[in-house]
Nanobody, 118 residues
Framework: QVQVVESGGGLVQPGGSLRLSCATS????????LAWHRQAPGEQRELVAY???????YYSDSVKGRCTIARDDTKNTMYMDLNRLKPEDTAVYYC????????????WGQGTQVTVSS
């Protein structure tokens, strides 16, 4: 059983920063694409950023220039730094781990709430 645990959410003022972390157990981390998704109230879940096993990164337009995603395979942990936070960044942030290979299943965390408000 693969466990995926997010941390780092909370209440942040507009313009502030935070770091989200995603840790997992098991041996799939190194071969996986790691992603952050978010879901705001009443909205569909959307992709925020991802990083492949080879280190290729992607950022959605909504966070590009404000976001850095990184991974530490020695710790089975992924990080996302999000800066210059806006109220529209308020959402539950979910970590997704997708092992390489055709037909493999993705693993999701329970989510961590990020609220941007003064």
């Amino acid at each position: 059983q693969v466990q995926v645990v997010e941390s780092g959410g909370g209440l942040v003022q507009p313009g502030g920063s935070l770091r989200l972390s995603c840790a997992t157990s098991g041996t799939i981390f190194e071969i996986s694409t790691l992603a952050w998704h978010r879901q705001a109230p009443g909205e569909q879940r959307e992709l925020v950023a991802y990083i492949t096993s080879g280190g290729t990164t992607y950022y959605s337009d909504s966070v590009k220039g404000r976001c850095t995603i990184a991974r530490d395979d020695t710790k089975n942990t992924m990080y996302m730094d999000l800066n210059r936070l806006k109220p529209e960044d308020t959402a539950v942030y979910y970590c997704k781990i997708k092992p390489a290979g055709v037909g493999t299943s993705a693993y999701w965390g329970q989510g961590t709430q990020v609220t941007v408000s003064s």
